[in-house]
T-cell receptor, first 111, second 116 residues
């Protein structure tokens, strides 16, 4: 019940295209859903986050869509750039404790 | 800002020795710090949560006598891997949480540990 599933495992997108990564959770007690971006050999960095009372949040080229009834949320990267090539992790937490991370998605944006 | 540093960034040690990794919040006070472990091409696994001035809370399956965590001040937490073995080789990442900002955590750059 603590697991967060994430797909796809890897994703290749052309420059300018839209990258979409999906996550699903089981624990309805989770109340915060962040996305992190990680470059090789570096620690993750918070990209964008959403709470379950909001269906969509947009920050620049990054958008989270949240479907509470389906217990799913997704990250959309618009106008994908080669600099976006990284590993993306979705995560979930309750009260900021015991963050649970998805397995990650390796995104490659081709120039 | 919210900058977290780790030292060292990489370390090689011999089997049976102990290694200490430092995690510092440089421009904010952190009542809570988290320690994660990440194997190559895998996700982050929470090892323990440390609160300043109290004992760390370890996740199930993490040996607390092997991974000693100390959070002695609001800006410093340390992870000591005792009697390290090759299977302890991994990427260790800490994160810190600001006072009164419960949901956000700021990650350090990680420490690559290789045990030979």
């Amino acid at each position: 019940q603590q697991q967060v599933k994430q797909s796809p495992q890897s994703l290749i997108v052309q420059k300018g295209g839209i990258s979409i990564i999906n996550c699903a959770y089981e624990n309805t007690a989770f109340d915060y859903f962040p996305w992190y971006q990680q470059f090789p050999g570096k620690g993750p960095a918070l990209l964008i986050a959403i709470r379950p009372d909001v269906s969509e949040k947009k920050e620049g080229r990054f958008t989270i869509s949240f479907n509470k009834s389906a217990k799913q949320f997704s990250l959309h990267i618009m106008d994908s750039q080669p600099g976006d090539s990284a590993t993306y992790f979705c995560a979930a937490t309750r009260y900021g404790q015991n963050f649970v991370f998805g397995p990650g998605t390796r995104l490659s944006v081709l120039p | 800002g919210a900058v977290v540093s780790q030292h060292p960034s990489w370390v090689i040690c011999k089997s049976g020795t102990s290694v200490k990794i430092e995690c510092r919040s440089l421009d904010f006070q952190a009542t809570t710090m988290f320690w994660y472990r990440q194997f190559p091409k895998q996700s982050l696994m929470l090892m323990a949560t440390s609160n300043e001035g109290s004992k760390a809370t370890y996740e199930q399956g993490v040996e607390k006598d092997k991974f000693l965590i100390n959070h002695a001040s609001l800006t410093l937490s340390t992870l000591t891997v005792t009697s390290a073995h090759p299977e302890d080789s991994s990427f260790y990442i800490c994160s810190a949480r600001k006072l009164a900002v419960v949901y956000e955590q700021y990650f350090g750059p990680g420490t690559r540990l290789t045990v030979t």
